[in-house]
């Protein structure tokens, strides 16, 4: 009975805790979720690093491409020299040469790049659905990007999926905010960021009207604005992506 005594007190004292600090960390998710999404992304892309560092040390099939096409840009060789692979397009492998000769070798400083670029995404995503849907949905939307698998599998990777969609989230983002601040700058940024994109992945050249198109069919943050200032944001981003 004693026994029962003292054990009764400590499990109801040790649930009190639990729910104590389960009540702070839903309070710092509210107070921060930008923060809260970021290092859940964190966290989980880097272990990624950890656990497939062998696999992107022995990597093969397109990593061996683009690291052929980097060793290219390094040594000042014409692009594609090495592989006869000139239909590439050049900016990863430019990303790959950049990491090299900063840090030397070793490919998992290119994993760890990957994996904050792939972080800031799904904040990025998050900030992109609250501007569009509300905030408890929007964060939602970043928390999701967060832990979704394939996202943080392919983070590591010597491939150019993370920074694709990096570029591709950063120029939304900036489109829509261009809209609704009536700013003409952020506009042209978006479609510089998109034209990155491009130099990623040539296929989203295909979706470049579609892009620019945005600035006419979102709202503006104010109603009178004029038809030639909408015109200018659409020739803003053509001009930008075309550069």
């Known amino acids: 009975g004693r026994r029962r005594w003292m054990v009764e007190p400590a499990a109801s004292l040790a649930g009190a805790n639990w729910r104590y600090a389960a009540g702070r960390l839903a309070l710092v998710m509210e107070r921060h979720p930008?923060?809260?999404?970021?290092?859940?992304?964190?966290?989980?892309?880097?272990?990624?690093?950890?656990?497939?560092?062998?696999?992107?040390?022995d990597a093969g099939g397109d990593a061996v491409r683009y690291l052929s096409l980097a060793r290219d840009i390094l040594m000042g060789r014409p692009y594609g020299a090495s592989s006869g692979d000139i239909a590439r397009v050049p900016l990863y492998p430019i990303f790959i040469a950049l990491h090299v000769s900063i840090f030397g070798a070793s490919l998992q400083w290119i994993s760890v790049t990957q994996a904050l670029l792939d972080a800031i995404t799904a904040v990025m995503l998050g900030s992109l659905a609250v501007s569009l849907s509300g905030r408890s949905l929007g964060w939602g939307v970043g928390a999701l990007w967060a832990v979704y698998p394939p996202a943080v599998l392919n983070?590591?990777?010597?491939?150019?999926?993370?920074?694709?969609?990096?570029?591709?989230?950063?120029?939304?983002?900036?489109?829509?905010?261009?809209?609704?601040?009536?700013?003409?700058?952020?506009?042209?940024?978006?479609?510089?960021?998109?034209?990155?994109?491009?130099?990623?992945?040539?296929?989203?050249?295909?979706?470049?009207?579609?892009?620019?198109?945005?600035?006419?069919?979102?709202?503006?943050?104010?109603?009178?604005?004029?038809?030639?200032?909408?015109v200018a944001g659409l020739l803003l981003v053509l001009v930008a992506t075309a550069a």
């Open 34 to 57: 930008a923060w809260t999404v970021f290092l859940c992304a964190v966290i989980l892309r880097f272990a990624a690093v950890f656990a497939l560092r062998g696999y992107v040390d």
């Open 155 to 230: 983070s590591p990777l010597i491939f150019p999926y993370p920074l694709q969609v990096f570029w591709l989230t950063f120029a939304t983002l900036l489109m829509v905010r261009g809209v609704r601040r009536d700013s003409l700058w952020r506009l042209a940024a978006a479609g510089a960021l998109w034209g990155a994109a491009c130099l990623t992945r040539a296929g989203y050249l295909l979706f470049v009207r579609v892009f620019a198109m945005l600035p006419l069919r979102l709202p503006w943050r104010n109603p009178l604005v004029s038809r030639q200032r909408r």
